[in-house]
Structures are given as structure tokens and as C-alpha cells.
């Protein structure tokens, strides 16, 4: 059973930082590249991040770029999303998703070509101005 769940969310003030984690099990966690994902009310659910299965290499959409910092621990099982300087529009559900390196690159996977095959339930985080 593959189980995938996100934790860390909550309130911060603007300007504030927030590390999500996001930790696997039922699969071969190194074998999958990994993202981060977020859902703001009213809006469709976009793209933040996205990491290859050793660490080494990232993509950053343009809300993440010099704020948010992704890495991944794969002897824990475990992805993190570092948000730093954060600003009450990021604002919204948070979700981590996996998705086999064979199927696409990390742009792929991030901006939504290629879809993750698992997806956690969520983390909401809210940042108060």
C-alpha cells in the first residue's frame, strides 16, 4: 500500500519561515522524482517544485524561485519543502507528489505535462499579514 502524507504546515506571519516534510512508504522512494505542489482558494493547483530521485537535481517555478528550497532525504523516505520570506498569497494547501523518473524530466513533472502517479493529502498553510 502506498501511502503518502504531508506535515509542518500551520500559521506563520509574513516575512516567516516554514520547513514541510513530506515522508513515503510502498514504494521504492529513491526511484521516483519527487514535487511540491500547492492549491490557493479559488485557484487551480500549480506547480512549486520538483527534485530527481538522488537530490542532485531541481526545478523551481517562478513562486518558488530564491524563497523555497526543496531536498529530500531517501535513507528517511523523506521530502522537505524549506519556505522562507513568506508572504500572505502563499496561502493555500500544499501537497507533495512522487512519480517514476522514467516517465519524464523534472520540468515535465512541475508544470504539469507529465503527470506524479501519488499524491498526499495535503498540509494547509497560512500566512498572516
Known amino acids: 500500500l502506498v501511502q503518502v502524507a504531508e506535515s509542518g504546515g500551520g500559521l506563520v506571519q509574513a516575512g516567516g519561515s516554514l520547513t514541510l516534510s513530506c515522508t513515503a512508504s510502498g514504494y521504492k522512494f529513491d526511484d521516483y522524482t519527487m514535487g511540491w505542489f500547492r492549491q490557493a482558494p479559488g485557484q487551480e493547483r500549480t506547480g512549486l517544485a520538483c527534485?530527481?530521485?538522488?537530490?542532485?537535481?531541481?526545478y523551481y517555478r517562478d513562486p518558488a524561485k530564491g524563497r523555497f528550497t526543496i531536498s529530500r532525504e531517501n535513507a528517511k523516505n523523506t521530502l522537505y519543502l524549506r519556505m522562507d520570506s513568506l508572504k500572505p498569497e502563499d496561502t493555500a494547501i500544499y501537497f507533495c507528489?512522487?512519480?517514476?523518473?522514467?516517465?519524464?524530466?523534472?520540468?515535465?513533472?512541475?508544470?504539469?505535462?507529465?503527470?506524479?502517479?501519488?499524491w498526499g493529502p495535503g498540509t494547509h498553510v497560512t500566512v498572516s499579514s
Open positions: 507528489a512522487a512519480g517514476s523518473y522514467l516517465s519524464g524530466d523534472l520540468y515535465d513533472y512541475c508544470t504539469g505535462s507529465v503527470k506524479f502517479t501519488y
Open positions: 527534485i530527481g530521485w538522488s537530490g542532485r537535481s531541481t
